[in-house]
């Protein structure tokens, strides 16, 4: 499993489009990038995941560099309930474990 | 479709004593796990079962932690006996099959206090 290096903390205003970054530096070619969000007194949930190619789903899109050392989680129009630590993970193999690191702190200002 | 089912939701022991954690994945899932988080860290997997059989257990205190899913459905985990530093949440999580496409679906997690 690759490490990800996310910032600790982003802000953004609501409505207007979030972008939340991780580096995988040393992301093996079979790695999926996984991307998961804990609210505040919740379990994380999932949000969205790829392996080469830019996804979208009805949460966020995900934008991943060319070279997969990079990729960006999209929010389109934050809202209060975006406010969250958002984790990306990068991992694959058949166990399906995921190290979960100290994420981004979203904080989302109406 | 019912969520992950995680109680007590709330525990606070004191220190030596032992505590039991239940976890209720969703219907069908094979997959589960436990994690533990402490505050202001990101999750971390204390051992993750495939049916009734334990696919890794690498980073369980088996000194004094211990986990089954006897019929490899409903889980239980436990310490005996507990430690300041067992201070965490501790969430359960499930997912349909192993492999890298599936998503875990978690609880909404136990807050253990050891005092």
């Known amino acids: 499993d690759a490490k990800t290096t996310q910032p600790n903390s982003m802000e953004s205003n609501e409505e207007e489009p979030v972008h939340l970054p991780c580096n995988h530096s040393t992301i093996s070619g079979t790695d999926y990038i996984h991307w998961y969000r804990q609210l505040p007194s919740q379990g994380p949930e999932y949000v969205i995941h790829g392996l080469t190619s830019n996804v979208n789903n009805r949460m966020a899109s995900l934008a991943i560099a060319e070279d997969r050392k990079s990729s960006t989680l999209i929010l389109h129009r934050a809202t209060l309930r975006d406010a969250a630590v958002y984790y990306c993970i990068a991992h694959g193999g058949a166990t399906n474990k995921l190290i979960f690191g100290t994420g981004t702190l979203l904080a989302v200002q109406p | 479709e019912a969520g992950v089912a995680q109680s007590p939701r709330y525990k606070i022991i004191e220190k030596r004593q032992s505590v039991a954690f239940w976890c209720n994945p969703i219907?069908?899932?094979?997959?589960l796990y436990w994690y533990q988080q402490i505050l202001g860290q990101g999750p971390k997997l204390l051992i993750q079962f495939q049916n009734n059989g334990v696919v890794d257990d690498s980073q369980l205190p088996k000194d004094r932690f211990s986990a089954e899913r006897l019929k490899g459905v409903d889980s239980t985990l436990k310490i005996q006996p507990a430690k300041l530093e067992d201070s965490a949440v501790y969430l359960c999580?499930?997912?349909?099959?192993?492999?890298?496409?599936?998503?875990?679906?978690f609880g909404p997690g136990t807050r253990l206090t050891v005092l």
């Open positions: 219907s069908g899932h094979a997959t």
């Open positions: 999580a499930s997912s349909s099959y192993r492999g890298a496409y599936n998503e875990q679906f």
